[in-house]
């Protein structure tokens, strides 16, 4: 099992960056492939990306590909996403999850079995 916990949510204008955070518990980080969605008020829960458990491997949502980008310290037992460019439709709250499968192409937040509570990230225009 996994615990979760994302950082780094805030309020930021359009064409600004935030970097999110999410550390986990346990020493079994590295066996999980994380990914990254979010959910804006009204909305349903989406894709925004996935990384594989060494970190070699990374998905990403169209929406976001170019400006975003995903990545892991195993060591830390920490994931990352860099968002650059940020939009004012990029405003959600965003959650980091976890699951044991092997396939890093993981973009549907069935295939997840942990989540963290989120942190919620504002774009202003």
């Known amino acids: 099992q996994v615990q979760l916990v994302e950082s780094g949510g805030g309020f930021v204008q359009a064409g600004g960056s935030l970097r999110l955070s999410c550390a986990a518990s346990?020493?079994?980080?590295?066996?999980?492939?994380m990914g990254w969605f979010r959910q804006a008020p009204g909305k349903e829960r989406e894709f925004v990306a996935t990384?594989?458990?060494?970190?070699?491997?990374?998905y990403y949502a169209n929406s976001v590909k170019g400006r975003f980008t995903i990545s892991r310290d195993n060591a830390k037992n920490t994931v990352y996403l860099q968002m650059n460019s940020l939009k004012p439709e990029d405003t959600a709250v965003y959650y980091c999850?976890?699951?044991?499968?092997?396939?890093?192409?993981?973009?549907?937040?069935?295939?997840?079995?942990?989540w963290g509570p989120g942190t919620q990230v504002t774009v202003s225009s």
């Open positions: 999850a976890a699951t044991p499968r092997a396939a890093a192409n993981s973009p549907a937040p069935y295939h997840y079995n942990y």
């Open positions: 346990g020493r079994t980080f590295s066996t999980y492939t």
């Open positions: 990384i594989s458990r060494s970190g070699g491997i990374t």
